[in-house]
């Protein structure tokens, strides 16, 4: 890092609300810094958004250049029907490359939160020279990682389809937990989508 990337004023803290249209899909994002700084990517995990980064990227805006979109069917982005749009983490990682390409960016680091990690990884395999670092944030990057206890969402990434039998397991004491996402009619129409590997 040069030195006057070291000591940025402090007008480079802001966070700027931006769009860009990929495929016809409208994807929000945030980004702060100076243009000219180190990029940081920052991928958000389920059921979050670009917002959980708000905090990090006022306190890192003044070394870096931070990136944060929102996914496909999440935040303030476009919500394609899963009829006709395949939610999986393959194309989540399809819209984020093309993101970083419209946005003409070549070398980045990349901050991977929960399903930040199996699209960040997709994306680091891709173009493997573009990434300068990984940062892992409780993620599970492979199928193996995921335990038994996401029997039930597996399912459901399977089957598409889930009653109230199949998308709830016993809690301690009395009644039921339910697994999130418990059905199709429960996932609000702005695509909390489930996922596939």
């Known amino acids: 890092m040069q030195a006057s990337q070291m000591h940025r004023p402090v007008r ?9 249209t990929i495929d016809g899909i409208n994807l929000f994002y945030r980004e ?7 990029v940081l990517v920052l991928l958000h995990g389920f059921p979050s958004s ?7 990227m006022a306190q890192l805006a ?6 944060a979109p929102d996914y496909p069917g999440f935040g303030h982005s476009d919500a394609p029907d899963p009829e006709t749009f395949v939610y999986t983490f393959d194309r989540l990682a ?14 980045y680091a990349l901050y ?6 199996p699209i960040g990884m997709r994306i680091a395999l891709a173009h493997p020279e573009r ?14 990682g995921l335990s038994g ?33 418990i059905r199709r009619a429960s996932i609000p129409k702005r695509g909390r989508a489930s996922m596939r590997f």
């Not at 480079?12 to 860009?20: E, T």
């Not at 702060?32 to 180190?38: K, M, R, S």
């Not at 206890?149 to 339910?178: I, M, N």
Request: glycine share 6%; proline share 5%; with cysteine.
């Open 12 to 20: 480079d803290r802001a966070i700027h609300h931006r769009r860009v």
């Open 32 to 38: 702060a810094g100076a243009p000219d700084a180190p």
């Open 50 to 56: 670009s917002v959980m980064y708000a905090g990090l």
């Open 62 to 67: 003044e070394h870096y250049r931070l990136i």
């Open 94 to 107: 399809h819209f984020t490359q093309r993101f970083l390409d419209a946005l003409d960016i070549e070398r």
């Open 112 to 117: 991977l939160q929960d399903y930040g990690g």
């Open 131 to 144: 990434v300068s670092a990984l940062i892992v944030q409780n993620a599970v990057m492979h199928e193996e």
């Open 149 to 181: 206890a996401w029997a039930l969402r597996r399912r459901f990434w399977q089957e598409r389809q889930c009653d109230k039998r199949c998308c709830h397991r016993r809690g301690p004491a009395s009644g039921t937990w339910p697994v999130w996402p």
